[in-house]
């Protein structure tokens, strides 16, 4: 196959994007410039095309002559951004590279997208036709980006294939860093009960579902839930993590109100100085939103089947936290 990958300096992006020249896949990765991250690439066996994501010019040279795009690239939650930012990357960036991508002879783009479209889970677990809820800019602009690639898939005759993945984790993720590291140093507080669901999907289990979105005939114009084959409450995963950095299990608590509100007094004041907060009210939401998902269409239809369980993936990644000196 010869594909593009998009985001491919990020965490998600890239370990896809390594995952598909192992195979023997012919990648290009679509990268803003070189880096250091894009060097790694290169000495993966990955051509990088120069360009940006809202540049139609370079989005009509990287797709020209590829099979299959995996769009991972996208806007995530930053302080000081306005939402046109978001919109731009997470919606209308979507639609330029399928149009880019139907004119060049792709054949199927596959959309990454995100469970945070279902927003808070009432009545876990939820399937694909669960409600769509959206709770911040991030996941609206998802949406969007989702109805976006719906419409240019029927307009332009390409297939599109959306994915949403839950919470993704494993060597290189940065953004569970803080739980593991919380855990590991004997120093994590849980606001709440800590009895929500909590669903991860491991690095390595996500990648092979992108793979089978973008390969598998079924396929073709679908959407997928990819997540692990385990749920479990935030309680059991945080004892799962102080079981595997070998540490007692966490057992302080605080109310969740008052650290929510402290959370919007800090946007309130930093956002407009376009300062980084030091508490948003979404990781509050990490203590108060259930994400538990059903990923049986994704089994039943193209196989989808994780490997990695939670323990094991959780160990792997304290493991790669350790060699960076992380924890």
């Known amino acids: 196959m010869r594909v593009l990958v998009t985001g491919a300096t990020g965490f998600t992006g890239g370990h896809l994007a390594r995952a598909l020249a192992a195979r023997g896949d012919t990648v290009t990765a679509l990268v803003r410039a070189q880096s250091p991250a894009a060097g790694q690439l290169s000495k993966a066996g990955i051509a990088l095309a120069i360009g940006d994501l809202r540049d139609t010019a370079a989005l ?17 939650r930053q302080a000081g951004l306005n939402d046109e930012v978001y919109r731009a990357v997470n919606a209308t960036a979507v639609k330029d590279i399928i149009e880019a991508a139907a004119r060049g002879g792709v054949r199927r783009v596959v959309h990454c997208s995100t469970v945070g479209v279902h927003g808070d889970v009432e009545h876990p677990p ?72 909590y669903h991860l999907t491991f690095i390595d289990d996500l990648v092979e579902g992108f793979r089978l979105c973008g390969t598998h005939p079924a396929a073709a114009n679908r959407t997928y839930i990819l997540a692990g084959g385990e749920v479990t409450t935030l309680n059991a995963l945080v004892a799962l993590v102080a079981e595997g950095a070998g540490v007692p299990v966490p057992t302080r608590r605080l109310p969740v109100w008052p650290i929510w509100m402290a959370g919007a007094a800090c946007e309130a004041i930093c956002g407009p100085l376009g300062i980084e907060p030091p508490l948003y009210r979404r990781r509050v939401d990490f203590f108060t939103k259930s994400r538990a998902f059903d990923i049986t269409r994704a089994k039943t239809e193209i196989g989808f089947a994780p490997r990695v369980g939670l323990r094991e993936g959780i160990r792997r990644t304290l493991d790669w936290y350790r060699t960076q000196g992380w924890l």
């Open 60 to 76: 009509a040279a990287a797709t020209a002559g590829v099979d299959v795009v995996y769009h991972i690239a996208a806007m995530y």
């Open 126 to 197: 939820a399937t694909e036709d669960a409600p769509l809820k959206p709770g911040d800019v991030y996941q609206v602009t998802k949406l969007e980006g989702e109805e976006l690639a719906r419409d240019a898939a029927v307009r332009l005759g390409i297939e599109v294939t959306i994915a949403r993945p839950t919470g993704i984790y494993g060597p290189g993720d940065r953004r569970l860093l803080k739980l593991f590291r919380g855990v590991a140093r004997r120093r994590w507080i849980t606001l709440g009960a800590g009895e929500i669901y």
